[in-house]
């Protein structure tokens, strides 16, 4: 073959191979304009820590007729599968179906609910429980050692037995924890750590005996030491950011918020009338008093007879990593980890 | 001719090690977003004090797109004695003005602002600063007129404040038109490179996500103490990113604070948005890149990826110069400069570097999207890169001019098309 000849057949192979045969699914895709709808946003979207209760409330009255609903009933359901409407009796042990409970209920020790168990009424779970989901109209009462592999929500308050897994949990009344139990996303009014703890911490009275609108400055403080220390009973009156870890010594107070990119520690009767933004590990030690929010990029450790947030500010302790909650406690009124909780 | 011969081959190294330096930051990115820990935003946050937020949208002639925005912004869940909407009316021809005053009626919190008068000058900037003279809140979120905020994102944006540190926060743009054609999709393709994986991982390695100017909120307060908004800057979001970071402020980046907005549909006005876009960003480098260097707030790798950021727009242009020079080498016969190796690396960079948003940084983010059939639009980047190559090169020398022009520049707005009106 001609040299010339050659090389217009080479650059025409150059041409297919680098130019045409990418183009190929170009074509295809501009031709058949597959995939180009736009990526869905909720425009409706609103946070709400019980969607997941609600939406699943919405599914399950849209595939039962649960007015008609009496203990022995089983029906079936396109969209949820069968239920099995269950007296004050539990017969068996293990129950594979979804089951509706309409009346006051006590499911025996190791009781085990395949599927969710939905009730109008007050349930309690005797020890070694296990099930989805409970979905309950009024109070909910888990024994120790249940194992709730994906949530529950009630209406009304929620008892949570020692050793128990819960996952997420959610009701507009409180919820009491007792020690051992594990969790991801909590949300009550409040989440109490054992239920013996007089909780009511006064941010009012607090703020009368020491807050001043004067005293406040409210340009941010700059603290560019490795390890900044609040001494023992001092008492700073501005927000606060350290680049950092950050120490507060016995009975030291803050009013106003905090943002460390670090670690945080409060000793002891410590008080925070502000957030605490950590990029570190938050420890809370015993007897304080957060009057906002915990938001740690790490962990969260809260001491015994501390309080986050009051009835009347709501806050939130969120933790990339894990939080631990020790006994008698109170959390005004979310809780989130994308890891475990725990409490003891 | 030695002497001109060196300084091509000199150039031609120096642009390679930049486009180099790009090139792993955009695979850095990529993989952080990819395999890296993701930094948590404070979505999940929920606390019942919430700051006054004031919700300004500038508008000019926006008489298509001003209902629906403003019928978004009324079912916001935001708590309405804590929110307040100013829509500005710029200068408007159309019913824009009339529209507003509707909303105004029906809604106590919507308060318009009629910039009618010929002394009050045009703009985004003037509006912003003169908006903010009358705002109640403590916080200013800011879309422009053409988005579609949902309910909850006035408190996905706010809640980012709960950090003392925050001057600014990001929320993430969709292009909701991008079904309309191949232009806008591939504009969707490159949004998702940018925002899914790129602000992320900025926002992750704790570098300098930048605040955008509109699905985005500031603390009014610290941009008054600034000096509010230059109306000499055509890109004053980017200014504002480096003034926050200059003061001591972090800008936020909130993945999930999701807003549809509408992208040009024809390439002329691609072309001139990606024009006034380099423009404006320009004239940020040329005003912000000392003080960037001498920041005392700022650690070397926020000012390694600040220097990174302000420079991109300048790229294209030294771009245009390394293809001239090789080209000019290769006619001197003298392209050898140690030839395989170098020549390879300026070919992959090239490549990845690509227009902006490189090719494996766009794949990654449309692949957490989920988005995958659309990314065979891929190769078409390659052309894409010559389109931008040649209006961000005229951006750069507008921002160039405007450096001895002591007018305020003129800009082309962006042509509506109100294609969300069904989905809204």
Known sequence: MHSVDMLIWQYTIGIIVLIVLPMIPVIQAVWSKEGYAPLPVNLKYTKDPRAI?????????????????????????????????????????????????????????????????????????????????????????????NCIVRWIDAEGAIYVGRNSHINIASTPSTMHLEKGVTFHRLYAYPILTSHTFAFKKSLQHIRDEHLDEAMIDKNLLYISERTHTLSENSILFRSMVTQGDLKMERGAKVFGNIKVNGDVTLADDCFVDGNI????????????????????????????????????HTKSVVAKKRIRLAEHIAIFNYLLTDEVGEVG | MEVVIFLLKAYLLVFIAIVTLYMIRHFVFTFNRLFGEQKLYYQDIMDNEVPFVTVIIPMKNEEFVAGQILERLVSSDYPVERLEIIPVNDHSEDATGEIIEKYAAAYRHVKPFHRLDKEDKPGKAHSLN???EIAEGEIVVVFDADYQPPDGIIRELAIGFKDPEVGAVMGRVL???????????????????????????????????????????????????????????????????????????????????????????????????????????????????????????????????????????????????????????FLAGDVEIVAGLFFLIFVVSLGAFGNFAPFFQIGAANF???????????????????????????????AVKDVFRKAEPYWDKTKRYQRGANHA
């Open chain 1, 53 to 145: 209760a609600k939406q699943f409330d919405r599914y399950f009255t849209d595939a039962y007729d649960i007015d008609a609903l009496e203990p022995g009933a089983r029906i079936e359901s396109d969209k949820l599968g069968t239920l099995e409407v269950l007296g004050p009796v539990f017969e068996k042990n293990v129950y594979s179906g979804m089951v509706y409970l309409p009346h006051k209920s006590v499911a025996p020790p190791k009781t085990k609910f395949e599927r969710e168990v939905v009730a109008r009424d007050e349930v309690v779970f005797g020890d070694h429980c296990y099930a989805r989901v409970v979905r309950t109209g009024k109070k909910l009462i888990l024994g120790e050692e």
């Open chain 2, 130 to 132: 003169d908006a903010m």
């Open chain 2, 175 to 329: 292009v909701e038109n991008c079904a309309t054609n191949m232009l806008t999709m591939m504009l969707e393709l490159e949004r998702s490179g940018g925002y899914q994986v790129d602000q992320q991982a900025r926002y992750n390695l704790d570098l300098i996500p930048q605040y955008g100017g509109t699905v985005g909120a500031y603390r009014k307060e610290a941009v008054l103490k600034m000096g509010g908004f230059d109306p000499q800057v055509l890109a004053e979001d980017t200014e504002l990113t480096y003034k926050m970071y200059l003061n001591g402020w972090h800008v936020a980046y909130a993945n999930r604070a999701e807003c549809y907005e509408e992208m040009p549909e024809n390439w002329l006005d691609r072309a001139k948005q990606i024009r006034r876009w380099a423009r404006g960003h320009n004239q940020v480098m040329f005003r912000y890149l000392v003080p960037l260097l001498a920041s005392r707030y700022l650690n070397f790798k926020q000012k390694l990826d600040g220097l990174l950021l302000i420079f991109i727009y300048m790229m294209p242009t030294l771009l245009f110069f390394g293809i001239l020079s090789s080209l000019l080498l």
């Open chain 2, 368 to 398: 957490i999207d989920g988005r995958t059939k659309a990314l065979r639009l891929i190769p078409l980047f390659a052309f894409n890169f010559v389109f931008y190559m040649l209006y961000v090169s005229l951006g750069f020398w507008d």
């Open chain 1, 277 to 312: 933004i950590a990029e570190g590990s938050i420890t809370i030690g015993e007897n304080c008093f957060i009057a906002g929010d915990l938001f740690s990029r790490e962990s969260i450790e809260i001491g015994s007879y501390s309080q986050v947030g009051t009835s009347e």
